[in-house]
C-alpha cells in the first residue's frame, strides 16, 4: 500500500485547509491522519475506520476537523477549520491494513502499517 499526503501550506489563524490522501495498492482497515512537531511524540488527529463505519477525532480538533473519503478517487481527506497555530506541524496519513483496527489502538501510531510522506501545515498568528 502507498498513501501519497498533499495540501499543506501555510494559512492566517481562523483559515482552512484540506488534506488529502492518496491510498493506492490495495485494501485497508483505516486511515488514520496523526502530526507531529519536533521534539514531540507523533499525535493522532482522525481516524475513518473500516472496521466499524466510524469516525475519530482527538480533542484538540473536534469540531474543526473532518475526516472523508471518496472511494472513486481512492483518496482520504482531512478537512480542517479555525486552525490556530497549534495546529502547525507536519501532518501523516497512515493505513491500517494487515488486522482490524480497534478503539483502543485507533490513534496508536504502533498500530499502523503503512506511512505517507509528511505534508508541512503552518497557521500563522
Known amino acids: 500500500v502507498q498513501l501519497q499526503a498533499s495540501g499543506g501550506g501555510l494559512v492566517q489563524t481562523g483559515g482552512s485547509l484540506r488534506l488529502s490522501c492518496v491510498v493506492s495498492g490495495g485494501d485497508y482497515y483505516a486511515i488514520g491522519w496523526f502530526r507531529q512537531v519536533p521534539g514531540k511524540e507523533r499525535e493522532g488527529v482522525s481516524c475513518?475506520?473500516?472496521?466499524?463505519?466510524?469516525?475519530y477525532y482527538g480533542e484538540s480538533v473536534t469540531g474543526r476537523f473532518t475526516i472523508s473519503r471518496d472511494n472513486a478517487k481512492n483518496t482520504v481527506y482531512l478537512e480542517m477549520n479555525s486552525l490556530k497555530p497549534e495546529d502547525t506541524a507536519v501532518y501523516y496519513c497512515a493505513a491500517k491494513r494487515d488486522a482490524p483496527l480497534y478503539y483502543s489502538g485507533i490513534f496508536s501510531t504502533r498500530e499502523y502499517d503503512y506511512w505517507g510522506q509528511g505534508s508541512q501545515v503552518t497557521v500563522s498568528s
Open positions: 475513518l475506520s473500516d472496521n466499524d463505519d466510524n469516525t
